[in-house]
């Protein structure tokens, strides 16, 4: 195979594609990549890699680039300049890179997979959540007293990408885990939704409950007034000291009037996910919370199993997620995005929703095959 090599007048480009910083000496940058992909070339041609795919000269760059940063950022230009100049330096970056290329490239373990990046459960899914998250980026965030929607939506959604980039490479049990995560923030997500400001300033005050909790222990003085508030609260409900933290954590459910505040409990199960309606995902989360804590069950699970559940599962939450997106957001984006979005929709929900019935089926034929077993 005839490796090439990008040549210096069009190598500014790659450094522009790969976001390089100002720091960067591109003459150093471009040695180091000469000397790697020199180095790789060999091997090739002494018939010591077999069957390699061509190389990919921007990811082959990025390694250099990754390398060389992470080396001089913190240096003063002196620092930097003996660096540069050190060519045993220079020699051992070059080999750590083509070391690291060939790890990602040609000697990468990889999972046995159930999917890829490239199959319509994954790329239909894959598509529609960037879009919203796209979206999103267009509005304030990171301010929790005015954007906490915006903010719960963009971590749902980036929860969302994180199951389908781990079942793409074959990591099921984590994307059930992450799920999990997913199913925590959806049902806070939900209940804000549907019962607006009031519930959303005590989630609010909840919030710097938590905060002086963790840091109470230090700085009494400024936490003692926000202790005392704490006590009243729960005085009214008829807590105790030792129902302090669960208090911080769901005390903010009370008035939400799902369950009456008598018989609401400060937990996940039968308190958030109960008053969020979804309840009926109880036995799933459970099973996702005894991957995260079981061993055994981590090591030795059904792959196909846990696919099929955290696919449907994220699926379930992905068509309650959009739902809140396009009420909230639908009449506020741009006419031009209006326009994209129903496109998009109108092209992708359909497919969607027949993906997650026929992914349910196939779950179903599995549980009945195994019982018959």
């Not at 009214?236 to 409990?265: A, F, M, R």
């Not at 995005?337 to 089926?361: F, T, W």
Request: aromatic share 10%; proline share 3%; with cysteine.
């Amino acid at each position: 195979m005839k490796i090439k090599k990008i040549e210096r007048e069009n190598f500014d480009r790659v450094l522009t594609i790969l976001n390089a910083p100002n720091i960067t000496n591109h003459d150093y940058v471009y040695e180091v990549y000469s000397m790697a992909n020199e180095a790789i070339k060999e091997l090739v041609e002494q018939n010591i890699l077999k069957n390699i795919q061509p190389i990919n000269p921007v990811l082959l760059t990025g390694y250099v680039l990754g390398e060389y940063i992470y080396s001089v950022e913190r240096k003063s230009l002196e620092e930097k300049k003996v660096f540069e100049d050190d060519q045993e330096i220079k020699n051992q970056m070059a080999g750590v890179v083509a070391d690291k290329y060939l790890s990602g490239d040609y000697f990468n373990y990889k999972e046995k997979r159930i999917t890829n990046k490239f199959m319509p459960p994954m790329s239909s899914l894959d598509l529609y959540l960037n879009f919203m998250l796209n979206v999103l980026n267009t509005y304030p965030k990171n301010d929790p007293s005015s954007t906490l929607i915006v903010d719960l939506l963009i971590k749902s959604i980036s929860l969302a990408r994180c199951v389908v980039e781990l079942l793409e490479n074959g990591h099921e049990t984590e994307a059930m885990a992450s799920w999990r995560t997913l199913h925590e923030c959806e049902s806070t997500l939900l209940v804000l939704d549907r019962f607006g400001e009031a519930i959303i300033q005590k989630y609010l005050k909840h919030m710097k409950y938590g905060i002086a909790f963790k840091i109470g222990k230090n700085n009494r003085e400024q936490t003692e007034k926000i202790f005392e508030e704490i006590k009243k609260e729960m005085k009214e409900h008829n807590l105790k000291s030792k129902d302090t933290k669960k208090y911080i954590e769901y005390g903010w459910l009370y008035g939400t009037n799902v369950v009456p505040d008598s018989e609401l409990k400060l937990n996940f199960g039968d308190g958030l996910e109960t008053v969020a309606g979804l309840h009926q995902y109880s036995a799933i989360y459970e099973t996702s919370s005894e991957i995260v804590h079981s061993t055994p069950m981590l090591i030795y699970s059904n792959k196909t199993y846990y696919y099929l559940l955290a696919l449907i599962s994220t699926y379930e939450s992905f068509f309650r997620i959009e739902k809140i997106f396009t009420n909230l957001f639908g009449q506020k984006i741009t006419p031009a995005q209006r326009a994209q979005y129903n496109a998009m929709r109108n092209v992708y929900y359909s497919q969607l929703i027949a993906i997650h019935r026929k992914e349910s089926d196939n779950l179903k034929d599995l549980k009945n095959r195994t019982i018959k077993k």
